[in-house]
């Protein structure tokens, strides 16, 4: 490609990560003095994202768990904008830059919207927690992992406040199973939330604190969090080189090796995956390993036999219930309760993830 050099004829190999999620953020940090890397993302920090639930509660949270990405990425390139185009031997952002690569890590996730900057994110915690704190009345759309928890945080540390959550499916937590589901409807209901199932909001018709569902139920609520999936990341991807390795549902086609089928030279991680197994950031984790393992392989002239595989796991997670109890499914049983809360409740996880980087915990 015109204007491009290559590092085929020697020095350091040319990393670009897309993407600053915790997969790809333990990309870069793990390569940063194996290769010449580049970061790209269109925000400015890492966020332990499973810890936002409780940041919206507690805002200080948000101090530990929104880490700024020059922090433990100290010796490569940042690049804070979006990927727009990827080329055989470059990436082009939307900020203008072209920036040629010999290996590509794709570690985009789920779309979402949320300020560029570190200091940006940690004042819509606060704004949010006022919003929290403000309201006598809250409605939370979504009975997944983010509505269950948010509810479970906000009716731990507000038990005077009225929550409602609603969820077009027919349990809750329908990633996981339906034991897990009862169990988590059984701990809601105790703490007094109202949860409505089969039924979804109809946020246009909102007016003046009243919400209608589909079926015509009127909730009354001082305010309203949307807690629904997200799209995968991978729209921006559909024209170009890696068009043609997108399944039916938006997510890379990746091969054992966590490669790209049909690109020798780019791996892919985390959400955008088609690994058959919940998208979880462990498992997000657990890629990045293997990618950095075997981009270290490559990289050294090894037999690619030597490559290490990813072998997607049983199903297993853990939905936080508040500040010390959760639910978590396992392989062989499902539990509620303190002792699942000690696993993650406590700390969310965000001592050991700072370590993964490097870093001291605040």
Same mark, same amino acid.
């Given at each position: 490609?015109?204007?491009?050099?290559?590092?085929?004829?020697?020095?350091?190999?040319?990393?670009?990560?897309?993407?600053?999620?915790?997969?790809?953020?333990?990309?870069?940090?793990?390569?940063?003095?194996?290769?010449?890397?580049?970061?790209?993302?269109?925000?400015?920090?890492?966020?332990?994202?499973?810890?936002?639930?409780?940041?919206?509660?507690?805002?200080?949270?948000?101090?530990?768990?929104?880490?700024?990405?020059?922090?433990?990425?100290?010796?490569?390139?940042?690049?804070?904008?979006?990927?727009?185009?990827?080329?055989?031997?470059?990436?082009?952002?939307?900020?203008?830059?072209?920036?040629?690569?010999?290996?590509?890590?794709?570690?985009?996730?789920?779309?979402?919207?949320?300020?560029? @900057?570190?200091?940006?994110?940690?004042?819509?915690?606060?704004?949010?927690?006022?919003?929290?704190?403000?309201?006598?009345?809250?409605?939370?759309?979504?009975?997944?992992?983010?509505?269950?928890?948010?509810?479970?945080?906000?009716?731990?540390?507000? *038990?005077?406040?009225?929550?409602?959550?609603?969820?077009?499916?027919?349990?809750?937590?329908?990633?996981?199973?339906?034991?897990?589901?009862?169990?988590?409807?059984?701990?809601?209901?105790?703490?007094?939330?109202?949860?409505?199932?089969?039924?979804?909001?109809?946020?246009?018709?909102?007016?003046?604190?009243?919400?209608?569902?589909?079926?015509?139920?009127?909730?009354?609520?001082?305010?309203?969090?949307?807690?629904?999936?997200?799209?995968?990341?991978?729209?921006?991807?559909?024209?170009?080189?890696?068009?043609?390795?997108?399944?039916?549902?938006?997510?890379?086609?990746?091969?054992?090796?966590?490669?790209?089928?049909?690109?020798?030279?780019?791996?892919?991680?985390?959400?955008?995956?088609?690994? *058959?197994?919940?998208?979880?950031?462990?498992?997000?984790?657990?890629?990045?390993?293997?990618?950095?393992?075997?981009?270290?392989?490559?990289? @050294?002239?090894?037999?690619?036999?030597?490559?290490?595989?990813?072998?997607?796991?049983?199903?297993?997670?853990?939905?936080?219930?508040?500040?010390?109890?959760?639910?978590?499914?396992?392989?062989?049983?499902?539990?509620?309760?303190?002792?699942?809360?000690?696993?993650?409740?406590?700390?969310?996880?965000?001592?050991?993830?700072?370590?993964?980087?490097?870093?001291?915990?605040?």
């Amino acid at each position: 490609m015109a204007g491009m050099e290559s590092s085929e004829g020697g020095g350091r190999k040319k990393v670009v990560v897309v993407g600053g999620g915790v997969g790809g953020s333990f990309v870069a940090k793990s390569l940063q003095f194996t290769a010449d890397v580049v970061l790209i993302d269109q925000k400015e920090y890492f966020e332990i994202t499973w810890a936002s639930m409780r940041a919206m509660v507690e805002p200080s949270v948000a101090e530990r768990s929104v880490i700024e990405h020059s922090d433990y990425f100290i010796n490569g390139q940042i690049v804070t904008s979006a990927a727009v185009d990827i080329t055989e031997r470059g990436v082009v952002t939307e900020n203008g830059n072209l920036l040629p690569y010999d290996y590509l890590v794709v570690a985009t996730g789920h779309r979402e919207s949320v300020p560029r @900057s570190r200091r940006e994110r940690i004042a819509q915690y606060q704004e949010e927690f006022e919003k929290i704190k403000s309201s006598n009345s809250i409605l939370i759309i979504g009975g997944g992992p983010t509505g269950v928890e948010l509810a479970g945080e906000i009716a731990g540390d507000f *038990p005077e406040k009225k929550i409602t959550l609603v969820h077009r499916g027919s349990r809750l937590l329908e990633f996981i199973g339906p034991k897990a589901s009862q169990k988590t409807l059984d701990w809601l209901t105790a703490k007094k939330v109202e949860v409505i199932l089969g039924q979804s909001v109809d946020l246009d018709s909102a007016s003046d604190g009243l919400y209608r569902t589909f079926d015509g139920e009127t909730i009354r609520a001082d305010c309203y969090f949307l807690c629904i999936g997200r799209p995968v990341g991978s729209s921006w991807l559909k024209e170009t080189l890696l068009g043609g390795s997108l399944d039916d549902c938006g997510r890379l086609m990746v091969d054992e090796n966590m490669r790209v089928k049909g690109h020798q030279n780019v791996f892919a991680i985390g959400d955008i995956t088609d690994v *058959p197994e919940l998208k979880e950031g462990y498992l997000a984790v657990a890629h990045a390993e293997v990618t950095v393992k075997n981009l270290k392989v490559l990289m @050294s002239g090894v037999k690619e036999s030597k490559l290490a595989a990813h072998k997607p796991g049983s199903t297993m997670a853990i939905v936080s219930l508040g500040r010390k109890e959760a639910v978590a499914q396992f392989p062989f049983m499902t539990i509620s309760g303190f002792l699942p809360g000690k696993i993650k409740s406590g700390d969310l996880f965000i001592r050991k993830t700072t370590k993964k980087l490097g870093l001291k915990s605040k």
